[in-house]
């Protein structure tokens, strides 16, 4: 693999490092909850998770084979 025959210069490293930008999150608000979250990301909310404004999974207990019974 080809290597540089000289050393390149601190200038021009930096010259090169200057479009490395941290950007920042983008954030989005819930339609169903209201909740803002990250795009493209599920959500908790009360025990709840949301993504796309449908419920994904829900933390609740379930529910024993004697309270079902009665």
Known sequence: MPNPKRRHSQQRGAKRRTH??????TWSVDKVTGESH??????WVEDKLYYRG???MDKAP????DEKNQ
């Open 62 to 65: 379930a529910a024993t084979e």
């Open 38 to 43: 990250l795009r493209h990301r599920a959500h």
């Open 20 to 25: 490395y930008k941290a950007e920042a999150e």
């Open 54 to 56: 449908k419920v994904v």
